[in-house]
T-cell receptor
Framework: NAGVTQTPKFQVLKTGQSMTLQCAQDMNHEYMSWYRQDPGMGLRLIHYSVGAGITDQGEVPNGYNVSRSTTEDFPLRLLSAAPSQTSVYFC???????????FGSGTRLTVV | AQTVTQSQPEMSVQEAETVTLSCTYD???????LFWYKQPPSRQMILVIRQEAYKQQNATENRFSVNFQKAAKSFSLKISDSQLGDAAMYFCASEPSYNTDKLIFGTGTRLQVFP
């Protein structure tokens, strides 16, 4: 089992560029989420999904877009990168949430 | 809305000693889940322990145990016989049982372990 796979692990973008962070899980989990981690602020929820075709906004959704066309994949799109989006991004999945989430290894994104 | 507060940005402990990390939370729900996650320098988030709010018994996983005080909305993590490999960031998190798609984190406590 690969678990939760995030790509890329590192990325540098210029302001205004767009990109997609990939997330895939092979555990048949219904729930998937995206978090960003900033120093001193813990992990903040960006978007989440409870199943294919269903997504919703978390605490900090502005500037990000998601879709969930399959159970396995939950990509995060940055529409027009800004320096404030410099962060470490984590994807996580869970069967139904109550047992805890499995996290990917994260993507360190720098916007210059 | 749920909030989770970790008031200790940093803690330190000597190898083989015991340390307790504090966490308080605020929720209007009667049923919810609480978690402690460990993040070592590798950046990987690892689930350490989980507590169901409707269970009065404190959860235990080997050297890790919690002190769950529901009335006080407190959920502290005790690490016994600390090891060098326990050095990491520790995050407390909660989610309501009716809405387990929203896991809310505290700001974390950095634990240093000295030999």
């Amino acid at each position: 089992n690969a678990g939760v796979t995030q790509t890329p692990k590192f990325q540098v973008l210029k302001t205004g560029q767009s990109m997609t962070l990939q997330c895939a899980q092979d555990m048949n989990h219904e729930y998937m989420s995206w978090y960003r981690q900033d120093p001193g602020m813990g992990l903040r929820l960006i978007h989440y999904s409870v199943g294919a075709g269903i997504t919703d906004q978390g605490e900090v959704p502005n500037g990000y877009n998601v879709s969930r066309s399959t159970t396995e994949d939950f990509p995060l799109r940055l529409l027009s990168a800004a320096p404030s989006q410099t962060s470490v991004y984590f994807c996580a999945s869970s069967y139904q949430g109550a047992q805890g989430y499995t996290f990917g290894s994260g993507t360190r994104l720098t916007v210059v | 809305a749920q909030t989770v507060t970790q008031s200790q940005p940093e803690m330190s402990v000597q190898e083989a000693e015991t340390v307790t990390l504090s966490c308080t939370y605020d929720t209007s729900e009667s049923d919810y889940y609480l978690f402690w996650y460990k993040q070592p320098p590798s950046r990987q988030m690892i689930l350490v322990i989980r507590q169901e709010a409707y269970k009065q018994q404190n959860a235990t996983e080997n050297r890790f145990s919690v002190n769950f005080q529901k009335a006080a909305k407190s959920f502290s993590l005790k690490i016994s016989d600390s090891q060098l490999g326990d050095a990491a960031m520790y995050f407390c998190a909660s989610e309501p049982s009716y809405n387990t798609d929203k896991l809310i984190f505290g700001t974390g406590t950095r634990l240093q372990v000295f030999p």
